[in-house]
């Protein structure tokens, strides 16, 4: 069983800046990509960014342009860094990966942001 674990989260206001990090149990070589997802209240939750390697990276088009993910191999760790925030970014932010050998995956407990004056 794979463990994920997010932190990060909190209250900022508009136009702030948050980063996110995303800590799997196993190392980063025996994954095949890291996605963080977010859910606001009463919605589906969607895409937030995706990163497979250093230049394999997508985006939600809501974040294009504000968000970057990375990833710290020394640090096993996988970052969002969130630029701009809007109000509309206030949602719970969900790290979830997939392994290489089975395509199995793993969803964290997820980490509240809030962005609010």
């Known amino acids: 069983q794979v463990q994920v674990t997010e932190s990060g989260g909190g209250l900022v206001q508009p136009g702030g800046s948050l980063r996110l990090s995303c800590a799997p149990s196993?190392?980063?070589?025996?994954?095949?990509?890291v996605a963080w997802y977010r859910q606001a209240p009463g919605k589906q939750r969607e895409l937030v960014a995706l990163?497979?390697?250093?230049?394999?990276?997508n985006y939600g088009d809501a974040v294009l342009g504000r968000f970057t993910i990375s990833r710290d191999a020394a640090k096993n760790t996988v970052y969002l860094q969130m630029n701009s925030l809007k109000p509309e970014d206030t949602a719970i932010y969900y790290c979830?990966?997939?392994?290489?050998?089975?395509?199995?995956?793993?969803w964290g407990q997820g980490t509240q942001v809030t962005v609010s004056s």
């Open positions: 990163i497979v390697d250093d230049t394999n990276t």
């Open positions: 979830n990966v997939m392994m290489q050998k089975n395509y199995f995956l793993y």
């Open positions: 196993v190392h980063t070589s025996l994954i095949l990509r």
